[in-house]
């Protein structure tokens, strides 16, 4: 007889063969200087943006919690899962995010899936840029709504879809993350915002990787492009620069009632651990009380763009630094090349990832900064990247 699961070797083949294999890798923390398997390496690959999840105020504000009430939750937020803590949390982040309302999950994918899924259905459409995250994607599946990409960031493209299809739908959901995790660029939200009142559609934004980052409060993106109080549903994570776990979805007080009746992956799973939510709330309060972790970001932010830039004349002219964002890739022609240029710099002391498909389409490096990064830490990387591309190499910042 056949064995059922005899696909499983040619298929992990396939993956080998493609350089697409791969494997955890330990590490010590989530510091600017990390142990990565047994190496010491500057970290360049966490997306603990503003150094919270080591922060001692969020540490103990997580230990304190689990003091009081014990490790899990043990149950959804309906039935036995609900702290007092939960509800301060998501009222913090309703008043952050200038919002009626929100809602905390247990992961920010869960809260993207779950808030998708509740508001649109197989009588709708969604409309999503293409290189929006999986979460978002697998949102739009779950929804079972007709589902069309637009080419990334291109509002025009958008537009022209909602001319030819938006009438065949009752509801239409327009979802984009802000900052983009595998690219460093930036949604145009005010634009979005417009095209979207035209045509009647409801718009999502993920604000995952601009939560703490961007905005005069470091509320993300939206505040930053003057858009917190227009109609959104806004969600995101408490995973990057607020150093815990869990997602979150806010609005209005109606949309949160809504998806807290509809959303199954709110509903039956359990809720947020308490040290979690404890950790994220004290994480929001240094946030809103301390500037300082913002500013020495985007000094790091500033002197990196500024030493790329002098890169490019030196010696790539391919070499051009977008928007500044604590984010920046370096295209490579193929996996591995982008493995290669890894482990070059891993040798040199620099933790760097490289990104392959199916994670994006193209492969690439992947830099992240976080404000516990010191000027030498950047000259470091502006020092390994110099190497990696000696004049005329095929690299492109992005
Ligand atoms: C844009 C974006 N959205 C959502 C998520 C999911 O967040 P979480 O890690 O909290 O599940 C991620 C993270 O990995 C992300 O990059």
């Known amino acids: 007889m056949q064995d059922p699961y005899d ?5 992990l083949k396939t993956i080998h063969r493609a350089h697409w294999y791969r494997q955890p890798q330990c590490s010590t923390c989530q510091g600017a200087i990390a142990m990565v398997q047994g190496r010491e390496l500057i970290n360049f690959a966490s997306n603990n943006y503003l150094g919270l999840a080591n922060h001692p105020e969020v540490i103990q504000a997580g230990q ?7 490790t899990g939750a043990t149950g959804s937020r309906l039935l036995t899962g609900h702290r007092q803590i939960h509800q ?24 993207n899936l779950g808030a998708i899924a509740a508001v649109v259905d197989q009588r709708d459409l969604i409309l999503g840029d293409r290189y929006n995250h999986s979460s978002l994607k697998n949102g739009a599946k779950l929804s079972g709504a007709k589902t069309i990409d637009y080419p990334h960031l291109d509002i025009a493209a958008l ?5 030819h299809h938006r009438h065949q739908y009752r509801r239409c959901l327009i979802v984009t993350d802000s900052l983009f995790s595998m690219d460093g660029d930036l949604a145009p939200i005010p634009k979005l915002l417009k095209v979207a009142q035209d045509f009647q559609a409801m718009v999502l934004v993920d604000e995952a990787h601009a939560t703490g980052v961007f905005g005069p409060r470091g509320s ?5 492009v003057n858009c917190s109080g227009q109609p959104l549903i806004q969600v995101g994570t408490l995973s990057k620069a607020l150093g815990s776990l869990g997602g979150y979805v806010a609005g209005s007080q109606m949309l949160i009632e809504f998806i807290r009746h ?11 651990s308490p040290a979690d939510t404890a950790a994220a709330l004290a994480a929001l309060n240094v946030i809103q009380n301390n500037n300082q972790p913002r500013e020495n970001l985007w000094q790091r932010i500033d002197q990196l763009h500024h030493g790329l830039k002098k890169l490019d004349r030196l010696h790539n002219p391919s070499l051009t630094p977008g928007i500044p964002s604590p984010i920046v890739c370096l295209t490579a022609p193929d996996a591995q090349t982008a493995l290669a240029w890894s482990r070059t710099l891993g040798d040199l002391g620099l933790w760097v990832s490289g990104i392959r498909p199916p994670t994006v389409p193209h492969s690439r490096l992947r830099i992240s900064l976080m404000a516990n990064h010191t000027k030498a830490h950047i000259e470091a990387l502006l020092a390994g990247l110099e190497q990696l591309l000696p004049s005329g190499g095929t690299g492109c910042l992005e």
Do not use: C, D, M
């Open 7 to 11: 696909w499983l070797a040619p298929a």
């Open 88 to 111: 301060e949390l998501e009222q913090a982040l309703a008043t952050f995010k200038g919002t009626e309302a929100a809602l905390v999950f247990s992961s920010g994918y869960l809260a």
């Open 220 to 224: 993300g993106w939206i505040e930053q």
């Open 159 to 163: 537009e022209q879809l909602l001319h």
């Open 64 to 70: 304190n919690a689990l003091e009081i009430w014990g």
């Open 262 to 272: 509809r959303a199954a992956t709110w509903v039956y799973s359990t809720a947020l």
